[in-house]
């Protein structure tokens, strides 16, 4: 097909590429190295996309925070609000904030491209805290966690918890009413830790709330401590993840030993490049036409006012939720008390946690299966943990509802209290049927559907010298892919071979329960 | 003591067949490698391939213009939405012909191979990484002196290294069940003017704060005029309110709420319940102000108020326990 010049042009090519490569390699012998890398092989599978979708949003992040900091001014003093040049917001003038609210009314109104900057870098957090959400919860449902990859499920895990940190440590850095609000639940919740509250939020904030220093520290720790950690703990995740190699789902032509899919150089490459470039255009599209909190319309932070309809950003609103549903309980005795913010703003949290960092040896012991995995569980074939998961799904978005019981009850009419009632059942109801419901379709999709694996892999087809054909390494067959073998040559190239046949009634069916 | 791995104490001998091969066995090769590497969509296909050029430079294009767009909307007063637009195509059109190059023209869509190495090395890698480990423990086993001196200035030293931490903020002390109200402070409003309890209508309510700290975050307080409302007053709260025309009138109830800290500022004035919007928590003020509804356990504190010799509004003294103090949320040492 190619001419002469084609391949005199790829031999150039080759030339050029050679001296490249052979320039780095005589300084670092990295051939080798860069062979695997280039040749790397990632699965495809549209639910693998979503952990480099967080991945995406971070490296946003990451730039527009950049950005942000260049501008924004770490302060608690207090300013009057009137500025003398550029755009000036006229419900604000004269009225006191802290420096490092006016700094932020300054990013949106007079710093060129300052608003979409601060509206794009909040979009590409809770984003990023959804595709963690998602990422998380395909790891869980397809038990992605087992072993070998139970280190990596920790490393997410705190991943998520440090994230979770820096969006709350961000969304307070404006000092804004909304955020001031927050701040003050947290300071609560930590004061009521047994022993330790007191001396904790008095070493947190520099003293009684809301001081002067707390802005100051945020900013340190959103800027530098967070991002440092988040950067090292996700260095290790995605070195983990490079060297055990991705896991797959079972399918045609998978085995646990095998990797299908695309190869880095040129496909991966090119489709993740392409994907980050469409969710940086989904983030900015967002940030252009949804406006995201507008801190100048909530006001400067005050103590003694809140506006109704206070909510966290939403990725706390299952922790918030669990604090506005949590029973009116307080232990009072001997001059001690343990306060109520304690028992759902923490206790709570720390033991759903707990089962999720135990999680991997819990299941091991569930399913007593000990040994290391590379291909995934649908989560049919597993209807226990499928049900966890999604009672666990059903109360996060059942407290995530509770942040929001105020705008619940504005919207449709009923009270907040009958709204509150009915949540405070339905979270207990909710999971329980949820994990049943879902026990239940496990069962069902089983006795339905059969295992991908049981599907003809597609073996090889040998033609004898006398005009025969026979079929190697296609052994399984799924009844309802049969092909009956009427013809030694068959066109389909299915088994043709009787004896084998008989083999699939030795596939046993995945069992009830597992 | 390496060499010796109990078959049934490691978890790895408990399932020797790892991935359910043998780690010591070569790793199969159990499908064709590198099948498909060299093939692309529209190989052999050079009208289909041209198309697939054409539908890249478009994208692309539409990146360039965005971007020329983007220079002029920055020019031009940087609109906020024509940005977003300018930003999200030209990402999205780099991005549609990144991904469309990769699917069309290139190769290596399915590709399978070996994964090639186990994630676990084999048994003689194994103890000869224990007897590394070993032959440094056991000269250090031989001084458990030494080992338990070094845990223990460890501990002494991790305490003393602590220290800094200790400069972060004061140590709790009175000031947790204080506010800046006291016998003769002034209640003033949010701009710094005392109120007569005549400027108060029946069932109107006002935040107001200490005259000589009013920045003080726990001392925000609602006067509240109930006019003829019942109000229960318990023995040692009597004379706590400042009654007109020979009612109950006006009465000082703590703004910040006692589950977490933000002001209950919601008041129905036909029920007499104070509703804090963060948690929903609602507090009956004619009785106690104990809580009716949501998470808080104890009512708002009370505190008791008189009218000064210029007619204005002052605090008796700061809240105390007979108000339901101390004010806002609980915690450990607060009894």
């Known amino acids: 097909m190619s001419t002469t010049e084609e391949r005199i042009a790829a031999q150039k090519r080759l030339r050029a590429a050679r001296a490249g490569t052979d320039t780095i390699d005589e300084r670092l012998g990295s051939s080798k190295f860069l062979t695997s890398v280039l040749d790397k092989i990632f699965p495809d599978h549209w639910s693998f996309m979503v952990g480099e979708i967080a991945m995406d949003s971070l490296i946003v992040l990451i730039i527009t925070g950049i950005y942000l900091a260049l501008f924004y001014v770490p302060s608690s003093k207090e300013v009057v609000y009137a500025p003398t040049s550029g755009h000036v917001y006229i419900p604000l003038v004269g009225q006191k904030m802290s420096e490092a609210y006016q700094s932020v009314i300054n990013i949106s109104f007079n710093v060129r491209f300052g608003l979409i900057m601060r509206q794009a870098h909040h979009w590409a957090a809770l984003i990023f805290l959804a595709a963690v959400f998602f990422h998380m919860a395909r790891i869980f449902f397809t038990g992605a966690f087992r072993k070998p990859r139970e280190i990596n499920w920790i490393i997410g895990l705190l991943l998520w918890q440090i994230v979770a940190l820096e969006g709350f440590t961000g969304y307070s850095l404006p000092d804004d009413l909304l955020s001031g609000t927050g701040l003050r639940v947290i300071y609560s919740i930590v004061e009521s830790i047994p022993f330790v509250g007191t001396w904790l939020v008095y070493a947190l904030w520099g003293g009684r709330f809301p001081g002067t220093s707390l802005i100051p520290r945020l900013f340190v720790v959103h800027e530098f401590l967070f991002p440092l950690l988040i950067i090292g703990l996700l260095t290790a995740h995605l070195m983990i993840l490079w060297h055990q190699k991705h896991t797959d789902f079972p399918g045609p032509g998978k085995t646990e030993t095998n990797i299908r899919g695309s190869r880095i150089w040129p496909q991966y490459a090119l489709k993740a490049g392409g994907l980050m470039m469409l969710v940086s255009s989904v983030i900015f599209l967002l940030a252009g036409f949804v406006q995201i909190n507008p801190v100048w319309i909530y006001g400067p932070y005050q103590p003694y006012t809140v506006s109704a309809g206070a909510q966290p950003d939403w990725y706390l609103g299952w922790q918030d939720g669990a604090v506005r549903l949590w029973p009116h309980w307080e232990f009072r005795s001997f001059g001690h008390e343990i306060a109520n913010p304690f028992f759902p703003g923490l206790l709570l949290p720390g033991i759903l946690l707990g089962v999720m960092f135990a999680w991997p040896w819990i299941d091991k012991k569930i399913y007593k299966d000990y040994r290391a995995h590379n291909l995934l569980d649908r989560p049919r074939d597993k209807p226990f943990r499928t049900g966890v998961g999604a009672a666990a799904v059903t109360l996060f978005s059942l407290l995530t509802m509770a942040s929001g019981t105020d705008i619940i009850a504005n919207n449709l009419h009923v009270s907040y209290e009958a709204i509150v009632v009915a949540l405070d059942y339905l979270v207990i109801i909710g999971p329980i049927v949820a994990f049943i419901i879902a026990y239940k379709a496990c069962q069902r999709l089983q006795e339905v559907d059969f295992h991908p694996i049981q599907r003809p892999v597609g073996g090889v087809i040998y033609r004898t010298r006398d005009g025969g054909y026979h079929t190697v390494g296609d052994v399984h067959h799924g009844p309802a892919h049969d092909v009956p073998a009427e013809t030694p040559t068959d066109k389909r190239g299915s088994g043709d071979d009787g004896v084998e046949h008989g083999s699939e009634k030795s596939v046993p069916a995945p069992t009830a329960g597992d | ?335």
Request: hydrophobic letters at 40%.
């Open chain 2, 1 to 335: 003591m390496t060499d010796t791995l109990d078959e049934k104490q490691t978890p790895f001998a408990r399932n020797p067949r790892h991935f359910g091969i043998d780690p010591d066995e070569p790793w199969p090769d159990d499908v064709p490698m590198d099948q498909d590497d060299t093939r692309w969509r529209y190989q052999g296909d050079p009208k289909g391939a041209k198309k697939a050029e054409r539908r890249i430079a478009a994208a692309w294009t539409v990146t360039l213009l965005a971007s020329i767009g983007l220079a002029a909307v920055y020019v031009d007063g940087a609109n906020t939405q024509l940005a977003g637009l300018c930003w999200g195509l030209a990402f999205g059109g780099l991005g549609v012909g990144l991904i469309l190059w990769a699917r069309d023209l290139l190769p290596g869509h399915d590709v399978i191979a070996s994964r090639g190495h186990h994630n676990v090395s084999s048994e003689a890698d194994r103890i000869a990484v224990a007897e590394s480990l070993g032959r440094g423990l056991d000269p250090i086993a031989r001084r458990p002196f030494l080992i338990k001196m070094l845990g223990a200035v460890g501990g002494v030293f991790g305490l003393a290294i602590a220290f800094p931490i200790a400069s972060l903020g004061p140590r709790p002390h009175r000031n947790l069940y204080q506010t800046a109200w006291g016998k003769g402070v002034r209640a003033v409003t949010q701009d710094g003017t005392p109120i007569r309890p005549s400027e108060l209508p029946v069932n109107g309510i006002l935040t107001v704060f200490p005259e000589t700290n009013p920045a003080d975050a726990l001392s925000p307080t609602l006067l509240i005029n109930l006019g003829d409302a019942d109000y229960e007053t318990p023995p040692q709260r009597v004379g706590w309110n400042i009654p007109i025309d020979g009612k109950t009138g006006i009465v000082a109830i703590s703004k910040i709420c006692t589950h977490a800290g933000c002001p209950a500022s919601l008041y129905n004035v036909v029920t007499h319940q104070l509703v804090c919007p963060c948690h929903y928590s609602t507090f009956d003020v004619l009785r106690l102000s104990e809580p009716i509804f949501g998470p808080a356990s104890r009512g708002l504190p009370q505190l008791p108020i008189a009218v000064d010799a210029q007619g204005f509004i002052v605090a008796q003294a700061d809240y105390s326990r007979a108000g339901g103090g101390p004010v806002g949320p609980g915690f450990w040492n607060r009894g």
